[in-house]
């Protein structure tokens, strides 16, 4: 299993400029969400999705749009970027259920400069 | 909304020390308490858990206690190690929800 993969690692942006991270995992995963990680606030949710055709808006969902369209994909677009949107974007995974183990798995992130 | 307060948000130990992380939350419907370990430029790593039917629980050195009538959960390290060096989040899910809010992490530095 490769996990959550992301890509691209790093991107840099001109402010305007729309792009798509994509986010894929290979562990039959239900759950998937995306956050984003800035110094000195932790962890946010973007938005999050319970299955396939089904996604909400997490804390911090402006600026931002995904779809749901396989349970293995999810992709954050960002539809005109700002240099508020500098930051880390990790997408994580989880498989339904509360047994143990059970917990979010993260992918390697991306490193998204908007200038 | 939920929203999960932690502290201390830097701790430096000597090595062998133990080390406490505490976080407080809003919410009394949530009911899951995951910490996770994010080392320099990685991804957060899941080191622990705690449901709310549960007081506390233990993984080696590593123990999660939860006090639900005062809605605080704590991380406690023991032996402390200089490979335990790491932020550190807390966070916790609402029941019947998907989301986790996270804590704003605490920089843990394990000196020799």
């Known amino acids: 299993n490769a996990g959550v993969t992301q890509t691209p690692k790093f991107q840099v942006l001109k402010t305007g400029q729309s792009m798509t991270l994509q986010c894929a995992q290979d562990?039959?995963?239900?759950?998937m969400s995306w956050y984003r990680q800035d110094p000195g606030m932790g962890l946010r949710l973007i938005h999050y999705?319970?299955?396939?055709?089904?996604?909400d808006q997490g804390e911090v969902p402006n600026g931002y749009n995904v779809s749901r369209s396989t349970t293995e994909d999810f992709p954050l677009r960002l539809l005109s970027a700002a240099p508020s949107q500098t930051s880390v974007y990790f997408c994580?995974?989880?498989?339904?259920?509360?047994?143990?183990?059970?917990?979010?798995?993260f992918g390697s992130g991306t490193r998204l400069t908007v200038v | 909304g939920e929203n999960v307060e932690q502290h201390p948000s830097t701790l430096s130990v000597q090595e062998g020390d133990s080390a406490v992380i505490k976080c407080t939350y809003s919410?009394?419907?949530?009911?899951?308490f995951p910490w996770y370990k994010q080392e320099l430029g990685k991804r957060p790593q899941l080191i622990i858990d705690?449901?709310?039917?549960?007081g506390e629980k233990k993984d080696q050195r590593i123990a999660v206690t939860l006090n639900k009538t005062a809605k605080h959960f704590s991380l406690h390290i023991t032996e402390t190690q200089p490979e335990d060096s790491a932020v550190y989040f807390c966070a916790s899910r609402l029941t019947g929800f998907q989301k986790l809010v996270f804590g704003t992490g605490t920089r843990l530095l394990v000196s020799p």
């Open positions: 994580a995974s989880k498989k339904k259920g509360t047994a143990p183990n059970y917990g979010y798995t």
């Open positions: 999705s319970v299955g396939a055709g089904i996604t």
């Open positions: 562990m039959n995963h239900e759950y």
């Open positions: 919410d009394s419907a949530s009911n899951y």
């Open positions: 705690i449901r709310s039917n549960v």
